[in-house]
Each structure stands twice: as structure tokens, then as C-alpha cells.
């Protein structure tokens, strides 16, 4: 039997539902999964910009998908994209979907994993400032992406030895302390501990010889330290594929990997292949999860224009 996917429109105000929709009635889409369409379009919400009302059409939406999985209906959830302003001025009370997906189901640890064809990269620090990083970059986000990534590649991917590769902070990876120091005094002591724990993880090394090395079939995923580091090599490899798969979760949600796009919204221009990629992944991992819920707590927290992933 194929799996059912629910699959939410997004911002009404943005290429969410036309994407969507054009998605689900794609012959690949059909042909491994049962699509179910969650939400509504609404004509009197003007398209090209945020708005309260186009928050709260996009949180309804989410809110019946979650819906659909909690009763059993659906085997996966798949989100098109909504705009973090439109939740802000709906006073949604979270930055985005993943956040909200995680108090929903009760987990404290959660990753963001973006998928480009054979390129994975899990973000260990995800929407901050760039400034920030060397701040939320600590031993708990670190060993609690390593997990998550782990358990990934060996439950999903069915891998029986994962190989995860931990990317440098800094340039060359703070060439033994003379560009910075976060390598030595935090990324090799979290790696001696898991390695002792039982995961095979490389690192830290140079981010562009880690997404070279995985291009070429070394590594089953990349650990970035920080969002672009993750983000543009797989937007360069295979842009027209990128998707967001949340890890953590006691069932399986991917995006695609941009945003609303409100430039183009009902232009007709908007491209489908990202949505049908994110609606495929989900249909294939859905049938083979049963629980990606873990047990220990952290301290973690051209495709369409214009995009955010989410």
C-alpha cells in the first residue's frame, strides 16, 4: 500500500500552494504515495507579502497536517514554505516550522538536515547571527547533531557504519591554531568522546574538502558548523533537489529548500522540482521510520528567489 503524505500549503501570500499543487499531481509523486493537500487558498489575501492573515492561514494549515499524522491518516508530513515575518505578525510564538514541530511532539533534541542527491549536511547551528556561532557551538550541539545524523544514516539510509565528517569552524580548520582555536579546544575533544561512544566521525576538517570528499563517496554526511556552511555547497551541486528533512521527530517532515519566493508568487514561474523531491523523500523515508525520538537532552537549538529555508 503507498504511504500518505500530507502535504500543507504554506503562505498563501507566497508560491506555496501552487507549487504544492502542481507537485502532487506529478506522475512521479503519484506513483509512490497517496498525496493529501492541507489547507486552503484564500483570494482575499493579497500575494507578494507578509501579513498576519497569511501566518495564520499557513499555521492552520500546519496545524491539521500534525493532525492527520497524530490520528494515523498519514505516514508524513511535507510543508512548502512560509515566511518567518508572516508568523512573527500572526504572533506565532516560533521562528518557523521546525521549531514548532519539536514542542509539538514533545522532543528537546532536533536537527536540520538538508539533502542535495548524495550531499547531506546537518546543521548544527541553524537561524543565528553569524556571530553567535562560536557561542551556541558547544559540546551539547555538537554530540546531539552526531546522534542525530547516526541515526539517520543507519535507521534510513539503512547504512549498518555510518560515516559522518565533522567540518572546521575556521579556515583549514584553524590550521593547528594559528586561524583560530575552536578546533583544538572544542571540536577534537566532542569527537574523542563520541568516537569512544561508538561513532564513526571524522574531523574536524576543512569544509570544502569534506563536501568534496562526500561528492566523491568518502562520507555519508556532513556535520556544518553554521547554516551557509552547510547550505551553499549543496545549493551549488544540485540546487534543483535541495531538501529540509527535520530529524528528531517521531515521524517524517521535509520541505523544500527555499522560501516563499513572494517576487514571483502567481507568475506562473515558480519550479515544482524541489516540492516533488521533498514529497518523494518523504514518501520513501516514511515507510521505513518508525521513531527518530532520542532520550538525551541538549542545549541546541536557481531554485525560487528570494528564499529562506525554514
Given at each position: 500500500m503507498k504511504p500518505r503524505v500530507a502535504i500543507t500549503l504554506g503562505d498563501p501570500a507566497g508560491i506555496g500552494p501552487e507549487i504544492a499543487v502542481a507537485a502532487a499531481r506529478a506522475r512521479r509523486v503519484l506513483s509512490v504515495c497517496e498525496p493529501l493537500l492541507v489547507g486552503h487558498r484564500l483570494p482575499r489575501i493579497p500575494l507578494g507579502r507578509p501579513s498576519k492573515a497569511a501566518g495564520l492561514a499557513a499555521i492552520a494549515a500546519l496545524q491539521e497536517g500534525?493532525?492527520?499524522?497524530?490520528?494515523?491518516?498519514?505516514?508524513a508530513l511535507v510543508t512548502a514554505p512560509v515566511s518567518k515575518e508572516s508568523f512573527a505578525l500572526a504572533d506565532y510564538g516560533f521562528?518557523?516550522?521546525?521549531?514548532?514541530?519539536?514542542?509539538?511532539?514533545?522532543?528537546?533534541?532536533?536537527?536540520?538536515?538538508m539533502v542535495a542527491d548524495h550531499l547531506r549536511a546537518l546543521l548544527v547551528t541553524r537561524h543565528i547571527p553569524l556571530s553567535q556561532v562560536p557561542e551556541?557551538?558547544?559540546?551539547?550541539?555538537?554530540?546531539?547533531?552526531?546522534?542525530?545524523?547516526?541515526?539517520?544514516?543507519?535507521?534510513?539510509?539503512?547504512?549498518?557504519?555510518p560515516r559522518l565528517v565533522l567540518c572546521g569552524l575556521n579556515p583549514h580548520a584553524g590550521d593547528h591554531g594559528l586561524l583560530g582555536t575552536e578546533e583544538d579546544r572544542l571540536l577534537r575533544p566532542v569527537l574523542k568522546t563520541l568516537k569512544r561512544q561508538g561513532l564513526a566521525i571524522t574531523g574536524p576538517i576543512a569544509a570544502d574538502a569534506a563536501f568534496r570528499d562526500m561528492a566523491r563517496g568518502a562520507y555519508d554526511m556532513a556535520l556544518a558548523c553554521y547554516h551557509d556552511q552547510g547550505m551553499i555547497p549543496l545549493k551549488v551541486?544540485?540546487?534543483?533537489?535541495?531538501?529540509?528533512i527535520t530529524l528528531g521527530l517521531p515521524y517524517i517532515r521535509t520541505s523544500p529548500a527555499h522560501g516563499t519566493a513572494y517576487d514571483i508568487a502567481g507568475k506562473k514561474k515558480a519550479k515544482t522540482g524541489p516540492m516533488i523531491e521533498a514529497i518523494l523523500l518523504a514518501a520513501k523515508y516514511g515507510g521505513r521510520a518508525q521513531s527518530q525520538t532520542p532520550t538525551r537532552k541538549a542545549n541546541t537549538e536557481k531554485p525560487n528567489r528570494k528564499t529562506r529555508d525554514s
Amino acid at each position: 500500500m503507498k504511504p500518505r503524505v500530507a502535504i500543507t500549503l504554506g503562505d498563501p501570500a507566497g508560491i506555496g500552494p501552487e507549487i504544492a499543487v502542481a507537485a502532487a499531481r506529478a506522475r512521479r509523486v503519484l506513483s509512490v504515495c497517496e498525496p493529501l493537500l492541507v489547507g486552503h487558498r484564500l483570494p482575499r489575501i493579497p500575494l507578494g507579502r507578509p501579513s498576519k492573515a497569511a501566518g495564520l492561514a499557513a499555521i492552520a494549515a500546519l496545524q491539521e497536517g500534525v493532525a492527520l499524522i497524530q490520528a494515523g491518516q498519514a505516514q508524513a508530513l511535507v510543508t512548502a514554505p512560509v515566511s518567518k515575518e508572516s508568523f512573527a505578525l500572526a504572533d506565532y510564538g516560533f521562528p518557523g516550522h521546525t521549531e514548532w514541530l519539536a514542542q509539538q511532539s514533545g522532543i528537546k533534541e532536533y536537527g536540520m538536515l538538508m539533502v542535495a542527491d548524495h550531499l547531506r549536511a546537518l546543521l548544527v547551528t541553524r537561524h543565528i547571527p553569524l556571530s553567535q556561532v562560536p557561542e551556541k557551538l558547544n559540546r551539547d550541539s555538537i554530540a546531539v547533531a552526531a546522534r542525530l545524523g547516526f541515526n539517520f544514516v543507519r535507521d534510513l539510509l539503512k547504512k549498518k557504519n555510518p560515516r559522518l565528517v565533522l567540518c572546521g569552524l575556521n579556515p583549514h580548520a584553524g590550521d593547528h591554531g594559528l586561524l583560530g582555536t575552536e578546533e583544538d579546544r572544542l571540536l577534537r575533544p566532542v569527537l574523542k568522546t563520541l568516537k569512544r561512544q561508538g561513532l564513526a566521525i571524522t574531523g574536524p576538517i576543512a569544509a570544502d574538502a569534506a563536501f568534496r570528499d562526500m561528492a566523491r563517496g568518502a562520507y555519508d554526511m556532513a556535520l556544518a558548523c553554521y547554516h551557509d556552511q552547510g547550505m551553499i555547497p549543496l545549493k551549488v551541486f544540485a540546487s534543483e533537489r535541495m531538501v529540509n528533512i527535520t530529524l528528531g521527530l517521531p515521524y517524517i517532515r521535509t520541505s523544500p529548500a527555499h522560501g516563499t519566493a513572494y517576487d514571483i508568487a502567481g507568475k506562473k514561474k515558480a519550479k515544482t522540482g524541489p516540492m516533488i523531491e521533498a514529497i518523494l523523500l518523504a514518501a520513501k523515508y516514511g515507510g521505513r521510520a518508525q521513531s527518530q525520538t532520542p532520550t538525551r537532552k541538549a542545549n541546541t537549538e536557481k531554485p525560487n528567489r528570494k528564499t529562506r529555508d525554514s
